[in-house]
């Protein structure tokens, strides 16, 4: 479980969803002002993280714990936010979020998501399912895990083994 929460501005949106998939509480604007960010960051307690050096030496200014990423490589940035806040993540995650909507996710018995599979068979192939249970989502590790493991290993040094 992550205690600290964070809010990502719009240069971090694939950030967010990984973030997320992590089980950090990560909230991620797009189309605000840098002011609306500060008052929801003092508002909320959240940790901003952000490309945007103006954005990041105003809350540097205002006090707020505010992380500089300077790489457009998620997996590079996902290295500095676990340094910063001196995370550590198991993998595979024990705790995940929706990658859309940053609610938590809880697993399902297959047959209560089987009307919002893309296909019948995948609740026969599958066994094990999670469901956001604010925007109806199902989620499941398929085919496209091996791909998310990879990403996961290469943060090296920031990860242990579940």
Same mark, same amino acid.
């Given at each position: ?6 809010? !990502?501005?719009?240069? /971090? ?12 509480? *990560? ?16 508002? *909320?307690?959240?940790?901003?993280? *952000? ?17 500089? !990423? *300077? +790489? ?12 910063? #806040?001196? $995370? ?22 297959? +047959? +209560?998501?089987? $009307? !919002?599979?893309?296909?019948?068979? #995948? ?11 604010? /925007? ?6 398929? +085919? ?14 920031? $990860?242990?083994?579940?």
């Amino acid at each position: 479980m992550h205690f600290q929460r964070l809010l !990502l501005d719009c240069m /971090c949106g694939k950030l967010a969803r990984w973030l997320r998939l992590l089980g950090f509480d *990560t909230d991620y604007y797009k189309g605000v002002d840098d002011e609306t960010l500060l008052l929801e960051a003092e508002r *909320t307690g959240r940790v901003i993280v *952000t490309r945007d050096q103006g954005l990041y030496n105003k809350a540097v200014k205002r006090g707020l714990k505010c992380i500089l !990423l *300077t +790489s457009t490589d998620h997996v590079e940035n996902m290295r500095k936010v676990l340094r910063e #806040l001196n $995370a550590k993540i198991v993998i595979p995650p024990r705790e995940t979020r929706c990658p859309l909507c940053n609610s938590p996710l809880r697993e399902v018995d297959p +047959s +209560s998501v089987r $009307a !919002l599979l893309p296909s019948e068979d #995948l609740a026969r192939r599958y066994d094990k399912f999670w469901l956001c249970e604010r /925007c109806g989502k199902a989620y499941w590790i398929g +085919s496209h895990w091996r791909n998310i493991k990879k990403t996961l290993r290469e943060l090296e040094g920031c $990860a242990k083994e579940g």
